[in-house]
T-cell receptor, first 114, second 108 residues
Framework: SAVISQKPSRDICQRGTSLTIQCQVDSQVTMMFWYRQQPGQSLTLIAT?????????ESGFVIDKFPISRPNLTFSTLTVSNMSPEDSSIYLC???????????FGPGTRLTVT | QKEVEQNSGPLSVPEGAIASLNCTYS??????FFWYRQYSGKSPELIMF????GDKEDGRFTAQLNKASQYVSLLIRDSQPSDSATYLCAVRGNQFYFGTGTSLTVIP
């Protein structure tokens, strides 16, 4: 399986600021996703990061709040904009194998907004 | 109706016992089924996947799939305290759907 890293691993941010989370994969992958996991909850898909085109957002998530970049097949960023305490969560990058069968997760970014 | 449903637990079993985790899904067209283990404060780790009806064994873990009943389960034999975690069921149709997870505690 691919090795996935995320930066930062955690951060504490002030309300109204923005944070960009980076996701790096050690091999080229077709599909990259961004999830949010709030305390005690399961995973919520934010968007699919598409290489060379705009991300595909799930219901309830918008580009202005969560802009995503995917400049190549090994890297993506998620920005959490104009943060509020409700954005406090773990943000996870994931990738699938070539056949879109198995999905693997990065270590996550734990975000606290004060 | 949720796409994937799991009993949230918590499920407690004594060390050495068999832990049984269950999951149902709503989309009959689902093609692939996965079990993830998530330790507190960590990201989900893929531990089992199954594509065909029947059983699939990997060490102490057995995944069972019954597409007619839209049911998938995970059995953990000889449970160890290190198996204490939340187990997430995931189903792939056109996209991945995750259940809310079952918390398992193995009591020494």
């Amino acid at each position: 399986s691919a090795v996935i890293s995320q930066k930062p691993s955690r951060d504490i941010c002030q309300r109204g600021t923005s944070l960009t989370i980076q996701c790096q994969v050690d091999s080229q992958v077709t599909m990259m996703f961004w999830y949010r996991q709030q305390p005690g909850q399961s995973l919520t898909l934010i968007a699919t990061a598409n290489q060379g085109s705009e991300a595909t957002y799930e219901s309830g998530f918008v580009i202005d709040k969560f802009p995503i970049s995917r400049p190549n097949l090994t890297f993506s960023t998620l920005t959490v904009s104009n943060m509020s305490p409700e954005d406090s969560s773990i943000y996870l990058c994931s990738v699938t194998d070539t056949n879109f069968y198995e999905q693997y997760f990065g270590p996550g970014t734990r975000l606290t907004v004060t | 109706q949720k796409e994937v449903e799991q009993n949230s637990g918590p499920l407690s079993v004594p060390e050495g016992a068999i832990a049984s985790l269950n999951c149902t899904y709503s989309d009959r067209g689902s093609q692939s089924f996965f079990w993830y283990r998530q330790y507190s404060g960590k990201s989900p780790e893929l531990i089992m996947f199954i594509y065909s009806n029947g059983d699939k064994e990997d060490g102490r873990f057995t995944a069972q799939l019954n597409k007619a009943s839209q049911y998938v389960s995970l059995l953990i034999r000889d449970s160890q305290p290190s198996d204490s975690a939340t187990y997430l069921c995931a189903v792939r149709g056109n996209q991945f759907y995750f259940g809310t997870g079952t918390s398992l505690t193995v009591i020494p």
